[in-house]
Nanobody, 127 residues
Framework: QVQLVESGGGLVQAGGSLRLSCAASGRTFSNVAMGWFRQAPGKEREFVAAINRSGGNTYYTDSVKGRFTISRDNAKNTVYLQMNSLKLEDTAVYYC????????????????????WGQGTQVTVSS
């Protein structure tokens, strides 16, 4: 059974940092691109960042460029999201995601409900 388990969320002041982790199990994810999404209250889920199989290529939504960094450790089957200079509008539940069928790292932005998703971790940024 495939599982994606996020951790690292919490409450942080604006301007602060958090590091999210996503531990994958049930299959080897080192051969697929992976990504992070988020969903704020009352809003649709949105793409945040993606990384290719090797970790050599990354892709971000414009609102987090220069502040967030996605990385992965394939030996640990883990993907990370380092979030710096957090803003109030970054408050959301953050989800790790992986495709059922291989896609390019840019294709991660178009994952659907029947792909693999974690349970989410809450990130709250306060003023």
């Amino acid at each position: 059974q495939v599982q994606l388990v996020e951790s690292g969320g919490g409450l942080v002041q604006a301007g602060g940092s958090l590091r999210l982790s996503c531990a994958a199990s049930g299959r080897t994810f080192s051969n697929v691109a992976m990504g992070w999404f988020r969903q704020a209250p009352g809003k649709e889920r949105e793409f945040v960042a993606a990384i290719n199989r090797s970790g050599g290529n990354t892709y971000y939504t414009d609102s987090v460029k220069g502040r967030f960094t996605i990385s992965r450790d394939n030996a640990k089957n883990t993907v990370y999201l380092q979030m710096n200079s957090l803003k109030l509008e970054d408050t959301a539940v953050y989800y790790c995601a992986a495709p059922r069928a291989p896609v390019s790292y840019t294709g991660i932005a178009y994952l659907k409900d029947n792909d693999y998703w974690g349970q989410g971790t809450q990130v709250t940024v306060s003023s």
